[in-house]
Each structure stands twice: as structure tokens, then as C-alpha cells.
């Protein structure tokens, strides 16, 4: 670069500003590196205002450059700011890749513009490696670094963004596989980049940071506690993580272009050891939230703070521990309760809250049966779920518009967190659209309460807590399970064998509820003998034998169960899994985007199954006889049954309900075709005639006949009309031997 070039772009950067000639002279000066005493005595000027000249230049090209410009570096700063224009023109004719994950939505963040500052400051400046940002649950950490990774977005300073939670403590190789995945270029040549991942911890520690070399990548880790192990001091890992002790060393220590952030309520040690002042690693502990930030989160609630009442808002954020969701929480309170008056809310005893937990045990005491229980099963959930979601969980059923004014309860007491990416920022909550979770400190307190809960109604002997919440999901996805039965299940069990002081007193305890269960209210819907059989497999005991005959068993992941003449008679197994089927399989047919597998038993059960998981997403009972044929529709959501009791069957599977019923035949349906286009349905029997149906309406249309003896039981549409009338070909055969 020539200082003619280097002229050109310094006009261009302070522009519109005039630039003087005496500028130009110092700029020259600084550029041939002449001392301020040279530059002064060849144009005639004292060295004390050239000096002045060449300081506030080097300020304004800082300003400019976003870094720190002096007389030494000014060559290396404005040759490494054209350096990034070319990166950044040549990062312009490729997509750039941005990954949000579950990030929260933050267009209300309130406050925090200093910690904002400093942190950008740490990031596009002085190009930090590594940032920890770490305080209490509910200090507004995930919001704070979520809206910094926005407004770096926006500056387009980065190639690849991608956000993750740790919240569900994934092992360090999974994250690794879903982070390189996230942050690979596209496919090329056709090879996915998951396809080339390598197979060895080591190698895909590697590969990360040549990722993180090769282009400016902004990584963000959401609740890093997830990680560490309880009753340990702090920052001590789980057992199976010790190796993102690792990674963090890894990333603040190894030689990258990129910048990772980091949320967590615990301090990792190896961050403690790399963090300082003018370090590539930082730690910015959020403090309390101040007065004036205060205010702006009890505004945002609609409890507007007079003059008068500056004094009782600083008690009000000193009591919470300037912990801004406790805030949100109690501006509700404040507002319906006390009319808005704060001094009223501080002067009752029943509200003089020690920490968030006292705050959230006074809330959730407040909730209504139904309140309670949605809380229960978004802790149960674990992820986002959507209102229908939870209507199918909710044990007994309530109404859309129940659930509605539930959720809407919740949100107005800021115990839930609802998606609200789709919709306007001043749309009503729709029961549909939007999906519903709990922030982690939360969530992890609604966690406890349940298991309380539990532990004190099987102490009584007890079941309503058990026979309405699954403790463990058998539909969920497998990491949320894996959740569920790390943080609810086990905790459960190890509370329930201190209350019953032995694995076998708490087996007995358990059958015998469930002994009870079968003789006073057999089939009973609920989750009760799911949640049993879950519990005692975590004891590792034989489940071989036991009698589980007449009960509701809803939910229960029965997979790599020994379950050897073990007694499910007269048992409703909605919605569990199993290794395989337990009963004899008459038919199976295939969906015709072959996702999806149906089965018909000899129990009178048609299922649908799921070919990716092996899930049972449907189950048809009291509908289905002796069903020797199956067809599904062209789209998938109808299944054709051929009925023993001579009436074929349409079912739906998004409902599981009974679609339509179609009557004709003389006597048992042995078969069920469905024409390619989805037009006509036939049957046929023992009573050897074939019938044509219209599907959309059932209207029986023609009745064919010519075979002259024996069951007609197999049928086939051809797949597509080939006849120059585009007329239907059906092949039927049947017991007289003949094909027609």
C-alpha cells in the first residue's frame, strides 16, 4: 500500500468530515515514520500542537477502524482494515451461515447496556477468544449474550454464527458432531460435511478449531452449568464430562480467529486460570441490576414507578437481589394484587422472599389444580411444547379454552416463556402457533416440587401425582428422556428407597399399589402403572412374571425389557414401546411414503407404526376384528381395514378415530384395495363379491361379481390407469382358484 492509497482511504473513512492539509502533513509524517519533532520543524509548526493533530487523528481513524490506531501501528491498522474488507467481499459471494437454535427471543431486553459495551468491546476490538458471562439463575444471562449475537450480526462481522443450549448436559462428542456440522460449509461434490466427520474425540477437537482458523465464527453456549456435578464444589464435572474441561482449554488457549461465548451459573476452573484483565480470555460476572434498569423491567410489566417511590424500588431490587426474572415475577404480583403499590407489597411478611426459590414456592402455592399441572409437565417436557401437546399429556382431559385461560394464567404471573417468533408484537395468545417452555431456574424448581410431591403422596400411599404425570415420557425424543430419567426419575427413586428404606420395601410398596389400582379401579386412565414400571426397572428388578393385567399402562418404554410371561391381560398399552409386538401380527401394510408401517393383531388392535424410531404413533382398539387386510390412502392419514364383523373400516390416524364405516357385505371382509388417485376403495369376502366405494363420500357405487366359489381374499388396484379410457384395473383371487 502506497501512502497515496493510504490517503484515499483515510478520506474515505472520515468523510463527509473536511481533511485539513495540516492532517494530511501529520498523516505523512506518521506514515514515513518521522517523529512528531521532524514532521513539526519541515512544516513550520511547534512539536506540542502537531502532537495535539496526531492524537485526536489517531482517535477518530480508532472510531472508524473499531481498534485502537496510534502513530506506531497506523501502516499495520489500515492495512489489516483492508485486509478485512476483501475477507468480507469475499465472504459476501457465499451464504452466510447463522444458527440459532432454541435462542430466546430478546426485542424487550431491558438494561444491561453497559455489560452490552463491554462485551462488544472485548469482541470486535480487542478480538477476545473466549467470554464467560456468569451469575445466579434468572440474572438475565442467556438474554444478555443472545442480544449481543444479534447486534454482531447485524454489523456482519462474522461468517458463521451458531448458538446452543447446554441446558440438556448432551455428552462432548455429540456436541462437537452438532457443532462442525453447524459451522461446515455446504455439501460439495454431493458429500455432506456430517459424512466426513471423524470418529476419534481428538480429531474432532481438531477439526473445531481449524473451523474456528480458517474463518471468523461466533459460537455461543447457553447454561454451561448443565455440565457440573451436584454436591461437588463448584465447577466440578459430572462423571463422563470431565472432558469439557478439555474443550474450554481448547478454545481459549488455541490459536483462532473466532470468538466463543459462554453462560453459566458455575465458574469452570480452567476459565478461572486463562481469564484476565487484557487476556484472549474474559469473565464478566452480571451484577444487580441498578435502579434505573430496574425500572425499565417494571415498566415493561405495565407497573410504572413514580418519584416517590425511587426509595422503595431500590429496597424492592436489593429484596430480589436485583435478579431480573424475580423482578418480572413480582411486578405481577405487585401490580393485580396491590394496585401497584410497592411500599404495600414490602410491608407484608407472607412476601418477604430470601431468594428466588421462596419466590417461586410462593407462586407456584398460588397456581390453580390445572395451573399446577401444566407447570408440572413443561418441567416434564423439557423442551418447548406446543398447547395441543399438552392437552394430550393433561390427565384428566380439560377443554381447548381451559388450557387457554391456564396458559394465559401463567404468562401474566411470568412463570412461562412462550415463542412468540410468528407473531405480531401485539397479537393475543392463540392456543395454537405457539409453543410454551419455562425458564431454567424455572424449571428446575417446578422439577423439585414434583418429585417432592410424589415422595410425600407414596409415603401416604398415595398415587395422584404418579397416575397424572409421566415421570419419564416413552414417545419422548430419546435425549429428552435420557433428561427425564436423569433429573426426574432418579432423583425420584433415590428419595423414594430413604422413605422406604430398601429396594425391596419399595418393590413391595409399588405392586402393592398397583394390586390396589387393579382390583378398585381396573383401566383407570393415568400414568400410575407406567411410572411404577419404570421405577422398578431402575431397581433392576425381574419384571418377568409380574401381573400387570387390567391396567392403564400409558407411556412406559418397555425396550430391552425382559418381559418373559410377564401378565399384560386386559392391559391398555397406549402410547408405550417394545422391543417388538406382544401379540401375533395378521397383517402389515406399508404408507405410501414409506414412513410409516400398519399392523393389525389378533387382539383386535390395528397400530400404526413409525419406521425412523420404531414409535407407536397410533392404536385403534374396540374398531377392529380379526383384520386380515390393511390399506392406507395415497396421503397417508386414512387406513381401509377389513373387518371379521363383514364391515370395512376407515381410520384416521392424526385422530385415531373411526372415519367412516362402509356396510354391504354378507358376511366376514377379507381384503381392502385403494385405487392409486385415492378415488375408490374395494372389498371383498366370503361372500364372493367385490364392492366399490367412493371414498370421499363411502356411497357404495357397483357390486361385481363372477367368481364362482370360495373367499375372495386378496385384491390389487394397478398403480396407475394405463387403459386409453383411463378406466380402473382391480385383479381379484380367491378360493376357485382363478384370477380375474
Known sequence: MTFEDALNLVTALLAPRSFSKLQIDVLRGAWNDDSYVKTATA?????????????????????????????????EALMQYVRLQQMRAHSALHQRRVDWGEAPDVSQLCGR????????????????????????????????????????????????????????????????????????????????????????LDAMMHQLLEQLRDRRCLLILDNLE??????????????????????FQ???????????????????????????????????RLEPMSIEEGKSILAAKGLEVQTEQIQQVQKLIERYQGNPLALEIVATQIKELFNSNIAAFLSQDTLLFKDIRDLLAHQFARLTSL????????????????????????????????????????????????????????????????????????????????????????????????????????????????????????PTLAQLLEVTGSKEGLKNLLLELLNLQQTQAPLQRGYFAANALHLLRQLALDLSHLDFSNLTICQADLRMVDLHGTNFSGADLSYSTFTQSICDILSVAFSPDAKHIATSHDNDQVCVWQLADGQQIATFRASASWVKSLAFSPDGETLAI?????????????????RRELHGHASSVLSVAISADGRFLASSGEDTTIKIWDMQTGAHLKTLVGHQHGWLSALAFISAPQTLDQSYLLASGGGDRTIR
Open 226 to 247: 448443565a455440565v457440573f456435578q451436584n454436591n461437588q464444589l463448584v465447577g466440578t464435572y459430572r462423571a463422563g464430562y470431565e472432558d469439557y474441561e478439555w474443550l
Open 113 to 200: 447496556s453497559a455489560q452490552l459495551a463491554k462485551l462488544e468491546e472485548w469482541v470486535l476490538q480487542q478480538r477476545c477468544r473466549m467470554v464467560a458471562i456468569v451469575g445466579m439463575g434468572g440474572m438475565g444471562k442467556t438474554r444478555l449474550v443472545t442480544r449481543l449475537a444479534q447486534q454482531l450480526v447485524d454489523k456482519d462481522r462474522f461468517e458463521v454464527v451458531v448458538w446452543r443450549s447446554l441446558r440438556q448436559a448432551p455428552p462432548l462428542q455429540e456436541l462437537l458432531i452438532d457443532l462442525i456440522s453447524a459451522m461446515a460449509a455446504p455439501a460439495v461434490l454431493g458429500i455432506a460435511p456430517e459424512q466426513s466427520l471423524p470418529q476419534q
Open 371 to 490: 395451573e399446577r399441572q401444566v407447570m408440572y409437565w413443561l418441567a416434564i417436557e423439557r423442551e418447548p411444547v406446543t398447547a395441543a401437546q399438552l392437552q394430550a399429556d393433561l390427565l384428566p382431559s380439560v377443554t381447548p379454552v381451559q388450557l387457554r385461560y391456564a396458559l394465559e394464567s401463567l404468562d401474566g404471573r411470568s412463570l412461562i416463556a412462550k415463542n412468540q417468533q410468528n407473531l405480531a408484537p401485539d397479537a393475543q395468545m392463540k392456543v395454537d402457533g405457539v409453543s410454551y417452555t419455562q425458564q431454567p431456574v424455572v424449571m428446575e424448581y417446578v422439577t423439585s416440587h414434583l418429585i417432592a410431591q410424589v415422595c410425600q403422596e407414596i409415603e401416604q400411599v398415595q398415587i395422584d401425582c404418579l397416575r397424572s404425570h409421566a415421570l419419564v415420557k416413552a414417545q419422548a425424543k430419546d435425549y429428552v428422556k435420557d433428561v427425564q430419567m436423569r433429573l426426574i426419575l432418579q
Open 43 to 75: 512544516i513550520g509548526y511547534q512539536y506540542s500542537y502537531i502532537k495535539d493533530i496526531g492524537s485526536d487523528l489517531w482517535q477518530l481513524l480508532s472510531q472508524k477502524l473499531e481498534t485502537k490506531v496510534t502513530k506506531l501501528n497506523l501502516r
Open 642 to 658: 377389513a373387518n371379521h364383523d363383514r364391515i370395512v373400516k376407515l381410520l384416521h390416524i392424526p385422530s385415531q378415530t373411526v
Open 250 to 284: 481448547q478454545l481459549g488457549e488455541g490459536r483462532h480467529q473466532s470468538s466463543v461465548l459462554l453462560t453459566t451459573r458455575e465458574i469452570p476452573a480452567q476459565i478461572s486460570i486463562q481469564a484476565g484483565p487484557t487476556a484472549a480470555v474474559r469473565l464478566l
